[in-house]
């Protein structure tokens, strides 16, 4: 598999090569829109480092990623891009790609203490860095809760425990009355599939739980702390917009048996309606539950309406489709395709599946609101040579991926903006440092950054949309 990708990759790099811009979106294309938000992401544990200075907090992050085998080299986000003390050469070098929004996350940890006192100095790292971004006429798009959750916490039962949703609208509390005026539109949470699935369900990540009950559950506590959060940040903050973001699969059927079909339904419940539906039609899919038997989290009164309460937009985050199959029971089975592109993940590189999600969303959910792409993007294993990185796979993706969200547009979704994931290479959670995903080079030795072509031909685009009249 790892060599058919690789051919198949070589193949798009030849072609690009003979291409005079690789980049640039076609003149009738809807990026050309000066309202189309194009921007960067990052999150704290991923870059920021310092992670016991100023009075910062462990993380579960801090705690699993300490923990022997569980991330790959023993890697750890301890110094990361060291961007808690680069911050500002950080911000320049954004501003100098001409991105106009910039997506980050706090680190609950760095800013309230156990008792939810308030960490002055964690506190005015945030207002230092949005501060400087709005002086910068930078969009900023805030994530409150990107996996870093308080390790205090998790000795509480973590997501597990009901109490963590109302100690998050606390925290949200906190951020937005802190934070008001500097921050465009905050996300309550990054990927709850992943904090639940991948961090309760199958142990991938921390806390590195695994049993099927305690990803439901987790699921609902995380959803119940977005549905908490919601309305204080309303009252805090009401100029900016309120959302949430999620990470969506593509599923499709290894054959066209009803039962392959039926497979590939389910690989969706299970990774978008099992968020969706909860959020934008109050009730959780019942084959969630056909699916995982004997699963159906705890809900207590009143909890869906709190959960389903409106959002002003939707972050997107999509990276692959999936191909699957019939397990022969009730449940599915993953059927890598041969000779397909992929990623230095290994995964698919598969624009088609975002322009299917997003359309097939529009049609599902008839209250789905204005969408942002919130995360795209690929790792590859680049290299600076003579001072440059020449990330070939990465900008043929990009423009592929642009391509899908325009034809979206044009096939009637509303979609106001896309951010690359991620402005720099960072701590890839259980992979460590040897996946990179930014358009920016870091060398952790010397933490020095190098601009990718991939981000050069990105600026080049703004630059041109920016001077048009
Ligand atoms: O690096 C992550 C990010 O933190 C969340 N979305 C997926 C990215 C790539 O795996």
Not at 15 to 44: C, Q, V
Not at 106 to 111: H, T, Y
Request: charged share 25%; glycine share 8%.
């Amino acid at each position: 598999m790892a060599n058919d990708a690789s051919a198949v990759s070589d193949a798009i790099s030849r072609d690009l090569a003979a291409l005079a811009d690789p980049f640039t979106p076609p003149a009738d294309s809807t990026l050309w829109r000066k309202n189309f938000l194009l921007g960067a992401a990052t999150a704290s544990y991923q870059i920021e480092g310092a992670v016991d200075e100023d009075g910062r907090l462990p993380s579960i992050w801090d705690t699993f990623s300490a923990t022997p085998g569980k991330v790959l080299a023993g890697d750890t986000g301890a110094v990361a891009c060291d961007h808690y003390h680069r911050w500002e050469a950080d911000v320049d070098m954004l501003v100098s790609l001409g991105l106009e929004g910039y997506r980050l996350s706090i680190a609950w940890p760095r800013v309230m203490d156990a008792a939810g006192v308030p960490n002055r100095k964690g506190l005015d790292f945030y207002k230092r860095l949005l501060n400087r971004l709005k002086e910068k006429g930078i969009t900023t798009f805030v994530t409150l809760y990107h996996w870093d959750l308080p390790q205090h916490l998790e000795d509480r039962g973590g997501w597990l425990n009901r109490d963590t949703a109302y100690r998050f609208a606390d925290y949200a509390d906190l951020m937005s009355r802190e934070l008001a005026g500097t921050v465009d539109a905050w996300a309550t949470l990054n990927e709850p599939w992943c904090s639940a699935y991948l961090g309760y369900g199958n142990g991938h990540h921390a806390p590195g739980l695994a049993d099927g009950r305690f990803a439901t559950q987790a699921m609902h506590h995380l959803l119940l702390a977005h549905g908490l959060a919601v309305p204080v940040l309303r009252a805090n903050d009401p100029a900016s917009l309120k959302g949430i973001v999620a990470n969506f699969g593509r599923g499709t059927a290894n054959s066209d048996s009803a039962a392959d079909q039926r497979a590939a339904h389910l690989f969706e419940v299970q990774h978008n309606a099992w968020i969706l539906d909860p959020l934008l039609k109050g009730a959780y899919p019942q084959d969630l539950f056909e699916l995982w038997p004997g699963t159906e989290p705890l809900v207590l009164d009143g909890d869906m309406q709190t959960i389903s309460a409106p959002l002003d937009f939707l972050g997107i985050n999509y990276y692959f489709r999936t191909s699957v199959a019939s397990d022969g029971a009730h449940g599915i089975r993953e059927v890598p395709l041969e000779g397909v592109e992929r990623t230095q993940m290994g995964w698919e590189v598969y624009p088609d599946g975002l322009r299917d999600l997003l359309t097939g969303f529009n049609s599902t959910y008839r209250n789905l609101p204005p969408i942002y792409i919130t995360e795209n993007g690929m790792a590859s294993d680049d290299k600076v040579i003579d001072g440059h990185v020449d990330d070939t796979q990465r900008i043929s993706f990009l423009k592929r991926h642009l391509a899908a969200v325009d034809q979206a547009i044009k096939a009637g979704v509303d979609i106001r903006g896309y951010f690359l994931w991620s402005l720099m290479d960072n701590f890839e959670w259980a992979f460590g440092y040897e996946r990179r995903f930014g358009v920016v080079h870091v060398d952790y030795s010397t933490q020095k950054r190098t601009v990718k072509r991939s981000a050069e031909l990105v600026a080049k685009f703004l630059k041109e949309r920016k001077a048009q009249v």
